[in-house]
């Protein structure tokens, strides 16, 4: 027994693996597993919907992804000429230009593989690509010291350029950068058919479509620049913006929220009866400084300090089959997150919102969901809604999610 | 008359323990053994301390089974156990709520949850409900283990497959029962006391602890 050999599988400084886990709808290509789509062995089947976590291998460690309506987007923070990938629906060229292998001069509709997404950077071995965004049919690119790169759908303005009359925007080349913010962009944010931009001196800039009042600029007509919010928060140092449908939230470093937009599943409804807020306003909610929050389709989800998480809106917000609607937040208990006596010292780290479902990652790396489950997005192993916080089995510790209409994204670091 | 008092005693056992395992055991005497079934029913859930030690792989995943594989350990942090405990902790509470046979959609369910009351009240498969690090000095490492319907080689199992999941392995070197739903060490007898007068007392002072959790869970 003394004499049996050794093995080492880790040694003492081992690093831990950076992974990324994707889940939901498959057939859009949005999840950028193909042999799902098209079966690469006869014996495989296609596959319609992925229900549990399913591990995507990337060529870099990816630091920030993006869901958006039928596609994604995955970016690294890396020095190599690819810094972004995307996969899934490119009818609006919402993923650059794809060429297609079989004819030179046609793109692809459909990209089924995290593709190279080309980037007209001047200096595209130094500058890096912090964030990515994406909305209904455009998506946005966040750099360092490039300003921002749009592409996709701009038929409202929301790529941040005049809208030109019966554009094509399939299988087109261009990509528009722009840099005339007052300071640096630090945040993109896409929602269905607008864009927000935060600055690093805390103003918010918005363009696209305005007709529930989403861009905040005032009025109810589209914008094609980028144009700076004023409202209440004028002079406010914003230090987070959310959004994804029409509805959209901005906290403050003080730990005030903001909201403009679509009102009309009760999201504003603490300060307005209308059904459109088309100025920020700030919502005099009393439940503490808050820390980030997250705008889905029909309801929001904040955070505050102390790692309580609050839900508002309509739909399932979290709290069981019986709250359908609230326009004042309701506390989730956090014994739902895995807070008991045994465990003290567990509590709510982030919170992400889809469309109609929402996630919470604990700081013990723990993903939770509830929502809708709409084509298997949830996760969860099973194609039923989740009325209350339910753990998603990941194996690894989960870092950050992207949530979209019908898939999700998960950004894991492995245990050992 | 004369002769012994106690001529006939009908024993039942309680929950199972292993030869190699030590601990709290259960006994029922006579009218007791009807509690016995009762206790059964309620499901509580049992503590263990589980000793184990990392560096080598057996088959019977106990330190006196055939060796099969010697690992290096010298990677393992408390940090990154603690890690491992609490993804356990997590998929067996999934578990924990599949398992209770109640409809995940109902009010009802939602509100057992917050409460953290739900448990499956039929057979099911082992589940473990809490599990935590007592000590950790490399090599050997002290876990305290709340469970519901396990076996003893299923904690050994358990020890095995941290060891795996942590890139080296683990064999298990002392599994000791602490509570087995109302009954802890403190009730139990040691094997000096196993006459007349000490069972009487422990019987009497028990009464009333089962009494209330047999009212208590079903009603």
């Not at chain 1, 490039?146 to 038929?155: A, H, L």
């Not at chain 2, 369910?109 to 007592?134: H, N, W």
Request: charged share 25%.
């Amino acid at each position: 027994e003394e004499a049996a050999p050794v093995f080492q599988y880790a040694g003492r400084a081992a690093k831990r693996k950076h992974r990324v886990f994707v889940w939901g709808f498959c057939f859009a290509g949005a999840l950028g597993l193909p042999s799902f789509v098209r079966p690469d062995a006869g014996w495989k089947k296609p596959r319609r919907v992925q229900t549990t976590p399913y591990r995507l291998e990337t060529e870099e460690k990816i630091s920030s992804a993006a869901c958006g309506y039928g596609f994604t987007l995955l970016s690294s923070k890396t020095a190599d000429i690819t810094k972004v990938w995307g996969m899934g629906l490119n009818k609006d060229s919402q993923l650059g230009f794809q060429r297609s292998r079989r004819d030179r001069t046609k793109g692809y509709e459909y990209v089924l593989e995290p593709s190279p997404i080309p980037l007209p950077l001047e200096k595209p071995q130094q500058t890096r690509v912090l964030q990515v965004s994406c909305g209904r049919a455009h998506s946005l690119i966040l750099t360092d010291s490039e300003g921002v790169f749009t592409m996709g759908n701009n038929s409202y303005g929301q790529c941040g350029r005049e809208v030109v009359e019966d554009e094509m925007y399939s299988e087109s080349h261009l990509i528009h950068q722009l840099k005339e913010f007052d300071s640096r962009v630090v945040q993109v944010v896409c929602g269905q058919d607008h864009s927000l931009f935060r600055t690093k001196r805390g103003t918010v800039y918005a363009c696209g479509w305005g007709a529930d009042g989403q861009t905040g600029l005032g009025h109810y007509h589209i914008t094609s620049v980028p144009t700076k919010l004023h409202g209440d928060i004028a002079g406010v140092n914003i230090i987070q913006v959310s959004s994804y449908g029409d509805c959209c939230l901005a906290v403050s470093d003080e730990g005030d929220v903001f909201g403009w937009g679509n009102s009309e599943y009760l999201q504003l409804a603490s300060v307005t009866e209308t059904t459109q807020v088309n100025v920020p306003r700030h919502l005099p909610f009393k439940i503490g400084k808050i820390k980030e929050a997250a705008c889905g389709g029909t309801g929001n989800v904040v955070l505050t300090e102390e790692g309580n998480v609050f839900v508002w809106g309509y739909g399932i917000l979290g709290k069981g089959p019986n709250l359908i609607e609230t326009a004042v937040p309701e506390m989730i208990p956090p014994s739902l997150f895995g807070w008991s006596d045994f465990n003290p010292d567990v509590r709510v780290a982030h919170v992400r919102c889809g469309l109609s479902h929402f996630a919470a990652i604990t700081n013990r790396g723990e993903l939770f969901v509830w929502g809708k489950n709409l084509r298997g997005c949830l996760g969860t192993g099973r194609m039923e809604d989740q009325y209350f916080p339910w753990r998603v089995t990941v194996p690894g510790e989960v870092v950050d999610v992207a949530c979209g209409v019908d898939h999700m994204v998960g950004m894991v670091k492995s245990f050992i | 008359v004369r002769g012994p008092r106690f001529r006939r005693l009908k024993m039942g056992a309680g929950h199972r323990l292993d030869a190699k395992a030590s601990g709290v055991f259960v006994l029922g005497i006579g009218h007791g053994n009807k509690l016995l079934t009762d206790l059964y029913h309620c499901h509580l859930t049992k503590v263990y301390t589980v000793g184990g030690l990392f560096g080598k792989a057996t088959d019977d995943f106990s330190d006196t089974g055939k060796l099969v594989e010697k690992t290096t350990f010298d990677h393992i942090t408390r940090e990154k156990l603690e890690r491992i405990l609490a993804v356990i902790q997590g998929t067996n509470h999934k578990a924990l709520l599949v398992h209770s046979n109640i409809d995940m959609k109902s009010q009802e369910a939602y509100e057992l949850a917050v409460k953290g009351m739900i448990r499956p009240m039929e057979k099911s498969p082992p589940i473990i409900t809490a599990i935590r690090c007592l000590q950790f000095t490399l090599p050997e490492f002290q876990l305290d283990i709340h469970c519901l319907h396990e076996t003893q080689q299923y904690l050994r199992k358990i020890v095995h497959e941290i060891g795996l999941e942590l890139k080296s392995s683990a064999v298990c070197t002392q599994v000791r029962r602490i509570r087995d739903g109302v009954f802890t060490l403190d009730d139990a007898l040691l094997r000096t006391q196993w006459d007349l007068e000490s069972i009487r007392n422990a019987i009497g002072n028990c009464k009333l602890k089962v009494q209330a959790e047999i009212e208590k869970t079903l009603g």
